[in-house]
T-cell receptor, first 116, second 113 residues
Framework: GAVVSQHPSWVICKSGTSVKIECRSL??????MFWYRQFPKQSLMLMAT?????????EQGVEKDKFLINHASLTLSTLTVTSAHPEDSSFYIC????????????FGQGTRLTVV | AQTVTQSQPEMSVQEAETVTLSCTYD???????LFWYKQPPSRQMILVIR??????QNATENRFSVNFQKAAKSFSLKISDSQLGDAAMYFC??????????FGAGTRLTVKP
């Protein structure tokens, strides 16, 4: 299958700072990228869907100003957690998909964010 | 919004035996796709099997097969000849033609030697 690289794998940041997570599709054009948040022993909660060149569509309850998503190219999407607080600590996973709803979504390795 | 329900938080199976994981979903769409993903302790999501809603034939992938009942909105996963490496969290997922993918709560599968 195609490869999606997510970086960093883990990050620790101080409360009040911002942190950026990158999601890259290495061998295909990702027209759509998804960002998920996963709490311990829970499922993946969709945060937002982004199409290349367009503004991201956020799920209800997800703060757009806190979780900034950029999908400026067909191979890169970024999630920036602004003014992070301890409650933002979580596991964040991106997935990328090519054209067509029947295409498989490939997942990054995930990023464990800890805000201290 | 579409919802995906996995009613079995935990399942256990003896090695070499067969186990079935349940999944139901709610949608008003006619065109959609269903997936089973496996998440081992590494937390990397791995696609196990997928099913297109327009296909009547159930998908199979080696030891993994599905029972897709479109009218009942049911999509169960059967794992035959279970192996120790099958132990993981299993998530059922629904993807609409609008592309967003939503997951069920997951089922933790334990394989006993």
């Amino acid at each position: 299958g195609a490869v999606v690289s997510q970086h960093p794998s883990w990050v620790i940041c101080k409360s009040g700072t911002s942190v950026k997570i990158e999601c890259r599709s290495l061998d295909f054009q990702a027209t759509t990228m998804f960002w998920y948040r996963q709490f311990p022993k829970q499922s993946l909660m969709l945060m937002a869907t982004s199409n290349e060149g367009s503004k991201a569509t956020y799920e209800q309850g997800v703060e757009k100003d806190k979780f900034l998503i950029n999908h400026a190219s067909l191979t890169l999407s970024t999630l920036t957690v602004t003014s992070a607080h301890p409650e933002d600590s979580s596991f964040y996973i991106c997935s990328a998909s090519g054209r067509g709803g029947n295409t498989e979504a490939f997942f990054g390795q995930g990023t464990r964010l800890t805000v201290v | 919004a579409q919802t995906v329900t996995q009613s079995q938080p935990e399942m256990s199976v003896q090695e070499a035996e067969t186990v079935t994981l349940s999944c139901t979903y709610d949608t008003s769409e006619s065109d959609y796709y269903l997936f089973w993903y496996k998440q081992p302790p590494s937390r990397q999501m791995i696609l196990v099997i997928r099913q297109e809603a327009y296909k009547q034939q159930n998908a199979t992938e080696n030891r993994f097969s599905v029972n897709f009942q479109k009218a009942a909105k049911s999509f169960s996963l059967k794992i035959s000849d279970s192996q120790l490496g099958d132990a993981a969290m299993y998530f059922c997922a629904y993807r609409s033609a609008g592309f967003e993918m939503r997951f069920g709560a997951g089922t933790r599968l334990t394989v006993k030697p």
